[in-house]
Structures are given as C-alpha cells and as structure tokens.
C-alpha cells in the first residue's frame, strides 16, 4: 500500500484529544495540567460478523424532506452527539483532553477519533486514557469504557452503560455515495463550545490523506469547507438527511487554525474498524507489501507500458506476500511532464479478483477495506505488454509502511 507523503504543509488534528497530539498541544497551550479543554462491501465474508457483540447497531431513520434544513437537522441529531473528556494518568493533576463523538447504538456504543481517546504521538507505546468521561447535551456526565482504536483509519470505539443516560443513536450513512457540491453539517465541541453547529458543502469526495495516527494514508477522507476547529475531532459529519458519513478528524493549515480545509474519515472505513471492534477488540487489515503510484495515460504511452490505466508497483517489500508472488517493482524513473519521479517500468495492477483498478488507491481500498489477513486474492497485472494473473496469500499490515 502507499505510505503516507510528505505533508507540504502543517496537519492538525481537530480536537488534539488526548497526548497523542501533547508534544503540539504543550507548546501552544492546547492541553495542561488539570485542563480538559483542547483547541486543537460486498464484505459480507471479508468482515468479522456482529455476533460477538451484545446487541447490533441499530439505524435509525433518516430525516424526511428532501431540502438541507440545518435547524431541523440539528433538533433531530443533536441528542446523539457528545463531549469526551479524556484523562491520563490522575484526574486531578494529570493531562486532560476534549472532543468529540456520537452515540451509535442504543447498547451505548459511540464512536470517535482515536486520537482523542488515546496517547498516540506521545512517544509511548499507545495505550487508552485512564478515565473516559461522556457528556450529552443537557451536561449529564457519564463514565465510558475503552473498547478499541484504529490507528490506521484513526478510529475509537466507546461503549457507555445505556441505563445510566437516555441514549439518542444518530443513523450512519454511506460516504461512497458522496458527491461533492452536497450540503453537509458538522456537530461539536470546538474549542470546548459544545452542542456547536456549523454548515458547508463537501469540497471534494475520495480524497487520500495522510493518517494523523500512522504512517499509512486514509482513501476516500472527505474534504469539506464546513468550519471544523479542534475540538471537533471525533464528532459527525451529516449528510442533507441527517446521516453520518464521516467521523471530522483534521484540519490542513498553514496558519494553525480552521482555514476551510477539513477532513472527514468516510463512515464506511469507520463502520468496518468498529465491527472489528466490537467482535475482537482490535482491527487488522490484510496487507500485499508494496508502494505504487498512479499510471496515467501520457506516461503509458511515453515508457511504453501495455495498458493506460492502473496502480505502478513501484516498490516490493522483501519478503511480503507481493515479493514471494514473484511482483516487480520500478526499476527506473524519469522526469516527465513537470513530476520528477515517474516510473518507467514496473508491474502494473489493473484488477484485484476481477475488480478493475484505474489507480493506486483502488488497490488500497480493496486490499485493506475488502479483503482480510490469510485470504488468497487474484491480481491482474501487465508487465511490460503481457497480461497475467498472479494469485497470493495476503499478509496482515504491520504497524509501519517499508521504507
């Protein structure tokens, strides 16, 4: 899979929830001492069945109309969505941290960011707060268990006790059928102002971002100009019809704060590390053990690769599943069309069992997201101008990318 570039410019997290984000939060105040505000598929087979769990998600129904009313939609969702407040070590003289989440099931499960519930960037090996508090809208505060996180998709999955507070689960939706140019609302704590509404549009849908929480890139973020300010990590991003399709995770910014460039983790990855969650307590994701890059057509046709389309092998992790299949990599790279390193040769995926694949993050998203550790998947490749089908038993993915 394709690590995570260099970020040109600075990424924050929304709501810097916990001490995976201290070292930052120290040097601008963000997070103290005895502080609690922060600024900052057809898998049917593939996933792991609700079975484990007590009881399964519920959906609830989405609002009716078809015209984006943010009152309406607030009134409906608003009940669903929570303040967290994450402690690490004593409550009273340790580091404290706030963002955000929504309750997803009347069992009391509620989902958020993983970094807001954990230590991840601390140095530390990760590890969950030791006290997790949730707050609804009319300030009733609760205890909260730690089920899990996903530092791959930055994902955290709490569960409360649901007699001990009237639970409002808020529907979740589908982001692969996001289009941009859709109204969307974000619900939150930003800058410890909880209950805080704010509108816009998507921006741009199938976006690939750097993981705040590893070194691996999360396809399919969703991209929005709706203001998400920190605080707002782990809070929901509904669509017009008051359903979630994204988890609000990031801010991209030069200045530091909310420059109308905002990121949502698409709820169809956040729905697929949460039933992990549920079932198992962690997540895995099936891993091939190589980086590539987008083939388009001008540089198919420049270095003569037989097909226009698909995902460049650029490199092969020694000793992956990819390199025991026999998968070749780039051996050279050129200048072209203004980009100083595209490859010139390399095996080139164009389908993964039957699936075609017209880029890099298609192999990603079918490989981690449809396809699971030990399963035998079938690729298409083209090399040089032949075509060919070259059938692997897919690894789990390690903690970081090859180098």
């Given amino acids: 899979m394709r690590p995570a570039p260099l970020a040109i410019v600075s990424l924050l997290c929304a709501g810097l929830g916990a001490v995976g984000a201290l070292a930052i939060g120290k040097a601008a105040g963000w997070v103290g001492r005895a502080q609690t505000k922060t600024v900052v598929l057809p898998q049917a087979a593939a996933e792991p069945a609700l079975t484990a769990a007590p009881t399964t ?43 955000s989440g929504f309750v997803v099931s009347e069992s009391g499960y509620v989902l958020t960011s993983s970094h807001v519930i954990t230590n991840v960037g601390s140095g530390s090996k990760t590890s969950a707060a030791s006290h997790v508090y949730v707050e609804f809208s009319d300030r009733d505060r609760i205890p909260a268990k730690v089920v899990g996180w996903d530092l791959f998709d930055d994902v955290g999955l709490l569960k409360v006790d649901p007699t001990a507070h009237a639970l409002e689960p808020v529907p979740l939706g589908d982001s692969a059928r996001v289009v941009v140019g859709e109204p969307v609302a974000a619900i939150g704590s ?40 920190h605080g707002n990590s782990g809070g929901p991003l509904f669509d017009a019809d008051g359903r979630v399709i994204g988890i609000n995770a990031q801010i991209r910014s030069d200045s530091g704060a909310s420059e109308g460039v905002g990121f ?140």
Avoid at 63 to 80: E, I, N, S, W
Avoid at 363 to 373: C, F, G, K
Wanted: hydrophobic share 40%; charged share 15%.
């Fill in 190 to 229: 930003p800058f410890g102002k909880e209950d805080s509404l704010a509108v816009g549009v998507v921006s741009a849908a199938h976006r690939s971002i750097a993981s705040l929480t590893s070194g691996y890139v999360v396809p399919d973020a969703i991209q929005t100009d709706t203001p998400i300010n």
């Fill in 264 to 403: 949502a983790i698409p709820i169809d990855a956040a729905r697929h590390s949460m039933r992990q969650l549920i079932a198992q307590g962690h997540v895995e994701y099936s891993y091939l053990g190589i980086k590539t890059q987008d083939l388009t057509p001008s540089a198919a046709r420049r270095f003569g690769f037989g097909t226009t389309h698909g995902a460049v092998v650029v490199l092969v992790e020694a000793g992956s599943p990819a390199a025991k299949a026999g998968l070749r990599g780039a051996s050279d790279e050129g200048f072209f069309n203004g980009n100083p390193s595209v490859p010139k040769n390399g095996d080139v995926i164009v389908a993964v069992d039957g699936r075609p694949v017209t880029s890099a993050d298609d192999v990603l998203r079918m490989v981690s997201q449809q396809l699971v550790p030990g399963q035998r998947a079938t690729l298409t490749i083209v090399r040089g101008t032949q075509r060919r089908r070259v059938s692997l038993v897919l690894g789990r993915r390690p903690a970081a990318p090859p180098a």
């Fill in 57 to 99: 998600i519920r959906v609830a129904k989405p609002l009716v109309g078809g015209t984006f009313d943010p009152a309406k939609l607030y009134a409906r969702r608003a009940a669903g969505v929570v303040t967290i407040f994450s402690f690490f070590g004593s409550q009273s003289s340790g580091q404290a941290a706030q963002g």
